[in-house]
């Protein structure tokens, strides 16, 4: 089974600066995938980005890049250019693709304050 | 852009009633998910379901709970009897198309056992 650990509860950044998450998971499968959710005060589960564990670029989707270091088995999330529509819970989640479950983090409550 | 739904966005219940949560999925997308995720917590998988049967359950979907695609449209999750405990927000996610992997949540529905 996966377990997979975000080890910030909670942070808090300016707007306009960069934060990152972290989350580190346990995996014995080859090849998987792993996503980042957001999820905001309306509880709606929005995907954010997501990346190939194959593929060794580090995924981008414009302010959010990933930091994906397969054999530290990491993957964190960095939001640049914060604003406030991103202060919400981020969950870090990896799966082994089609037809599975995706085992989450406990998340990582994030405030931009202005 | 397609997206998820699910009815009832809300249910009140009492404890030993059957409820059964309804989500249609995107139109092309032929691998489906419960998930729950009780106040406070993360997200926890429940079952995943493709070509008409379950292809992965979790410890918490035991006999109480069941799926069904009963139309061909409609994805539903039925609890039998439920219990306090069952009082969660449950999020139905279907994935396929070009990008398989990718699950893709609905707004969610938003149980209370009373």
């Known amino acids: 089974a996966q377990t997979v650990t975000q080890s910030q509860p909670e942070m808090s950044v300016q707007e306009a600066e960069t934060v990152t998450l972290s989350c580190t998971y346990d995996t014995s499968e080859s090849n998987y995938y792993l996503f980042w959710y957001k999820q905001p005060p309306s509880r709606q589960m929005i995907l954010v980005i997501r990346q190939e564990a194959y593929k060794q670029q580090n995924a981008t989707e414009n302010r959010f890049s990933v930091n994906f270091q397969k054999a530290a088995k990491s993957f964190s999330l960095k939001i640049s250019d914060s604003q406030l529509g991103d202060t919400a819970m981020y969950f870090c989640a990896p799966s082994r693709g089609n037809n599975n479950d995706m085992r989450f983090g406990a998340g990582t409550r994030l405030t931009v304050k202005p | 852009e397609p997206e998820v739904t699910q009815t009832p966005s809300h249910q009140v219940t009492q404890m030993g009633q059957e409820v059964i949560l309804r989500c249609v999925p995107i139109?092309?997308?032929?691998?489906f998910y419960w998930y729950r995720q009780i106040l406070g917590q993360k997200v926890e998988f429940l079952v995943s379901f493709y070509n008409n049967e379950i292809s992965e359950k979790s410890e918490i979907f035991d006999d109480q709970f069941s799926v069904e695609r009963p139309d061909g449209s409609n994805f539903t999750l039925k609890i039998r009897s439920t219990k306090l405990e069952d009082s969660a927000m449950y999020f139905c996610?279907?994935?396929?198309?070009?990008?398989?992997?990718?699950?893709?949540f609905g707004p969610g529905t938003r149980l209370l056992v009373l």
């Open positions: 139109s092309n997308h032929l691998y």
């Open positions: 996610a279907t994935s396929g198309g070009v990008d398989q992997e990718t699950q893709y």
